[in-house]
């Protein structure tokens, strides 16, 4: 069984930073497909940034430039800058163990965290 845990989130104004981060029961998971989705209230869960086991990634076009997914050995990370009112959303980090690419779908991740709130004030 794969746990995740994000940390990271928190409230700022329009045009600010987060990073978020996003630790695995055991560390080898992060090398997996691994991806960053969002939820906003009302709205289904979308796919902002995915990383592929061979460490292709991929962005929704809303976010493409402001965020940027990456990792090391430790965690899986979601760079946030020039944050906007409509970022406001629930953040989770999900695993794919089953395939290698970098995919947005969120039916090819088995394994998902809690999230962390990420709210953005004009």
């Known amino acids: 069984q794969v746990q995740l845990v994000e940390s990271g989130g928190g409230s700022v104004q329009a045009g600010g930073s987060l990073r978020l981060s996003c630790a695995a029961s055991?560390?080898?998971?992060?090398?997996?497909?691994m991806a960053w989705f969002r939820q906003a209230p009302g709205k289904e869960r979308e796919g902002v940034a995915a990383i592929g086991s061979e460490d292709s990634t991929r962005y929704a076009d809303s976010v493409k430039g402001r965020f940027t997914i990456s990792r090391d050995n430790a965690a899986l990370y979601l760079e946030i800058n020039s944050l906007k009112p409509e970022d406001t959303a629930m953040y989770y980090c999900?695993?794919?163990?089953?395939?290698?690419?970098?995919?947005?779908?969120?039916?090819?991740?088995?394994?998902w965290g809690q999230g962390t709130q990420v709210t953005v004030s004009s």
């Open positions: 055991r560390a080898a998971y992060i090398r997996f497909r």
């Open positions: 999900a695993a794919g163990l089953i395939y290698s690419y970098a995919t947005l779908d969120r039916n090819d991740y088995e394994y």
